[in-house]
């Protein structure tokens, strides 16, 4: 049993993480996309200082695989997310009374649930080819999102996305 905590433990951590989903053209010629750019007057949902976070990260990214920010691009990118809570709560105190005498019973229960519920942010990346304005590739991110944090965890947070969402980006020719 000692044996296994370890790799309990690691399970947890990482299933903890952010999830991303891909779906791509399979026939695009990726090496073809250079250049991009971003979607103008894009209603991404994030906040304005997410959203620059968010660019910011990207950015840093594409320039460390060698595609360039450009105004007449290759592919136009477009982000959109969404938030909603998880009100499933596993974590509940029930309180119990009852009583009974003869052939009579009763009994109430309630359950108080304990904590929040989590919220869930989901990021939708889609890359669009700038001349024939198709979907090519998309990258549908999903994990928790606390409301509260420091701009400093909101911007750590929207990095490890992106590294994620671009981990697989362009993806490998089978």
């Not at 105190?93 to 649930?113: D, L, Q």
């Not at 889609?126 to 001349?131: E, G, I, S, T």
Request: net charge neutral; with cysteine; glycine share 10%.
């Amino acid at each position: 049993m000692k044996k296994l905590l370890p790799v309990i433990f690691l399970f947890i951590c990482f299933s903890c993480g952010v999830r991303v989903h891909y779906d791509y053209e399979k026939t695009k010629d990726f090496t073809q996309y250079q250049s991009y750019s971003y979607f103008l007057n894009m209603n991404t949902g994030l906040s304005e200082l997410d959203a620059k976070r968010l660019f910011k990260a990207i950015d840093e990214t594409m320039a460390l695989k060698g595609i360039s920010l450009a105004e007449d691009s290759d592919f136009i990118i477009n982000i959109e997310s969404s938030t909603y809570q998880d009100n499933r709560s596993n974590s509940t105190v029930g309180v119990g009374v009852g009583g009974g005498g003869g052939n009579v019973g009763g009994g109430i229960s309630v359950g108080i649930p304990i904590g929040q519920a989590n919220v869930t942010r989901q990021i939708k990346f889609d890359f669009v080819d700038a001349k024939t304005n198709q979907l090519f590739w998309q990258a549908i991110s999903e994990g928790s999102f606390n409301p509260n944090a420091t701009p400093e965890k909101r911007e750590a947070a929207l990095q490890s996305v992106v590294e994620k969402v671009m981990k697989n980006y362009p993806p490998v020719a089978k």
